[in-house]
């Protein structure tokens, strides 16, 4: 029959003061009280049971909270029986009694903890954890019941470097490689949830070459509460190495634009729509009108934003009278059109398609958005659509033109040119894990082929602040950075998998597709406030001109000469 471990805490409780009065009153040559000792008890339990919960308290899952709980209940207690017995008894004796107390309890309880947590995992490979903040002290304690011995903390603080965290030592990134010596170390966890990606970068091309492997905490808005960290450490990955934070993201110029709004999201379901989903219910919008015309992506996205009201509509955006009744219904206040066919190579096959879901589609959305008195309308452009050589990117400039100059009718339009992202559907780095997965070699179009690319997250935000500070007929440009080598890119894909099997294939450029992508078609662009955004210069086209060449786009039976005429710089690329 198990005792109840809440009684065991009571018994504790008597014994141990029975113990250190003993002692107490040995050292100050003192006969024993029984009725102090008694009164002390009777309070010491009395105290335990009624602050704190104090004696329902786990020893097995004791922290530094445990001894501060415990301390404080029996000063409380100390308290008490003082006025008691003050004057009575030297208050030299009650004080060194009630110290010696804290201090053998507190012993008992954390001896306790370690044998009882103690691993019997025999600890056969090394782990240094870079961060000795929360995180890395954290992880350092989860990993005692592992087959990992932490060998060091590592931390660019100078203030902590050459100190220890229970026996185990802080160093320089410096100090560390020179420890290294021939062999490399088994693991390297990066514990710095807050740390901008540049950073993580930084941390992984110094190094990696240590290391046989290299895991990172994720970020605090993904650390999951109530899981060990250890059990949330993921694979460093090259979404980790290229991304970058924007160093002049304005939060509150978002949010002051998207709170409280009813906002229509089209193409909401996809990777650009979802993510600018997850944006306004973070920003605090008031509603969300979710429309896609795919039921499986509308479902996904309607499924996890559910913080703000959201109405979902699964509908084709070449469907006028059909989309009217959404913006007649549910009369959105900002519109961020993100539905588009942007894989090149599948448009090229599917040109009628291609036009009339990118621009009927979009001089749709445009056309209700002006009648139904929308305050603000955002286009996600692409790098495509400089000087464009494939349909696609065609297409979405002439979705750049006819925003541009349907402006100034009661609604500010603007559009928002950027290139790849990484990890969106159809974009290279999935498609490149899987063929890395499946154990087969990764195809590249090209050795010279090159994009930009940008994370999700970050393109998402600078869209939404782009849209923010628009006044209407801007094309808003984000800054990329530099373009990225896709060989280059394939090579550290290969290198983080540890697949030694893996070489790169040159199958040649596709249909409409270019060696490198811009971001400007001239050199003429305008700052704004933010390093991060630039402004397009404005190109004039008469709009009853084009919506009269879209028209007759529609019925000609040659499109791409038709294309050429509308995007001059359209230069057709069939790489066949």
């Not at 304690?141 to 185990?168: A, L, M």
């Not at 934003?305 to 979902?312: G, R």
């Not at 001059?568 to 790489?575: A, I, M, S, V």
Request: glycine share 6%.
């Amino acid at each position: 029959m198990r005792i109840d471990k809440r009684i065991l805490n009571f018994l504790v409780i008597i014994v141990l003061t029975t113990s250190t009065f003993l002692w107490t009153f040995f050292i100050f040559h003192m006969s024993f009280d029984y009725m102090l000792v008694g009164s002390v008890i009777l309070i010491r339990i009395i105290s335990s049971f009624f602050i704190l919960n104090d004696y329902s308290i786990s020893w097995s899952k004791v922290s530094q909270k445990t001894f501060l709980i415990k301390s404080f209940v029996y000063i409380t207690a100390f308290l008490v029986y003082l006025p008691i017995f003050y004057g009575h008894v030297r208050f030299s004796f009650l004080v060194s009694e009630l110290f010696l107390y804290i201090f053998t309890i507190n012993f008992f309880m954390y001896l306790y903890y370690y044998i009882i947590n103690r691993s019997s995992v025999e600890k056969t490979k090394e782990v240094v954890i870079y961060g000795a903040g929360k995180a890395g002290i954290k992880l350092e304690s989860e990993f005692s019941n592992t087959e990992y011995k932490v060998k060091y903390f590592v931390d660019d603080d100078k203030i902590i470097q050459n100190r220890s965290i229970d026996s185990i030592k802080v160093i320089s990134q410096d100090d560390l490689k020179k420890s290294i010596g021939d062999s490399k170390f088994d693991l390297l966890v990066i514990a710095i949830p807050s740390a901008p990606k540049d950073t993580i970068k930084e941390i992984y091309n110094d190094l990696s070459l240590y290391f046989k492997e290299i895991k990172i905490l994720p970020s605090m808005d993904e650390i999951l509460e109530g899981k060990d960290f250890s059990t949330q450490l993921k694979d460093i990955s090259v979404e980790d190495l290229l991304a970058r934070n924007p160093k002049d993201l304005d939060q509150n110029k978002i949010s002051s634009f998207i709170k409280d709004k009813t906002i229509l999201v089209t193409g909401a379901g996809g990777s650009i729509g979802s993510e600018i989903c997850r944006q306004c219910e973070k920003f605090g919008a008031k509603k969300l009108i979710l429309l896609d015309h795919s039921e499986y992506n509308l479902y996904t996205i309607t499924e996890e934003i559910n913080k703000i009201e959201t109405v979902s509509i699964m509908q084709n955006i070449v469907d006028k009278k059909f989309l009217e009744s959404t913006f007649k219904t549910y009369m959105p206040e900002i519109v961020i059109h993100a539905a588009a066919y942007k894989h090149v190579p599948m448009v090229e096959a599917n040109i009628q398609e291609g036009i009339l879901n990118n621009v009927v589609g979009t001089k749709n959305v445009i056309d209700l958005s002006i009648k139904y008195g929308v305050l603000k309308f955002v286009m996600i452009s692409t790098d495509k659509a400089v000087r464009p050589t494939n349909v696609m990117g065609t297409t979405k400039r002439i979705c750049e033109l006819y925003s541009q100059n349907s402006n100034g009718q009661g609604t500010d339009i603007v559009a928002v040119r950027f290139g790849n992202v990484l990890g969106s559907s159809g974009s290279v780095i999935p498609k490149f894990k899987s063929l890395i997965e499946n154990g087969k070699n990764i195809t590249v179009t090209h050795p010279d082929i090159t994009r930009y690319f940008m994370l999700i997250p970050e393109a998402c935000e600078l869209v939404l602040q782009a849209g923010a500070i628009g006044t209407g007929g801007e094309i808003f440009i984000l800054d990329m950075g530099k373009p990225i080598k896709i060989v280059d890119l394939a090579k550290k894909m290969i290198d983080l998998s540890g697949r030694k099997d893996i070489d790169i294939e040159f199958t040649g450029l596709r249909p409409g597709e270019k060696l490198y992508e811009e971001l400007l078609i001239d050199e003429s662009s305008v700052k704004t406030d933010y390093e991060s955004i630039t402004v397009a210069a404005p190109t004039k086209y008469d709009i009853e001109k084009l919506n009269q060449d879209i028209i007759e786009l529609l019925e000609s039976d040659d499109k791409l000469a038709k294309l050429k005429e509308i995007v001059p710089e359209f230069n057709h690329k069939t790489n066949i």
